[in-house]
């Protein structure tokens, strides 16, 4: 989760789960309780995200 005024590889506020693209096919671990968390009190995913957490059935 990451302040929208900062850089993409800046500051970050929670690391909710992490993305490997050196692994075929791509390694995908998030923690659904703390992006439900985040969504709830109003964090707005990028569309990138959006499509991550809906494939892993979170939204």
């Known amino acids: 989760v990451a302040d929208s005024r900062y850089p993409r590889d800046g500051r970050f506020i929670e690391e909710i789960g992490t993305y490997n693209t050196m692994v075929d096919p791509a390694e995908i ?5 703390k992006a ?3 969504i709830a009190n109003g964090a707005q995913p990028t569309d990138t995200v959006k499509s991550i957490l809906k494939k892993e ?3």
């Open 29 to 33: 671990k998030i923690d659904a309780e």
């Open 57 to 59: 059935g979170i939204l």
């Open 36 to 38: 439900k968390k985040w």
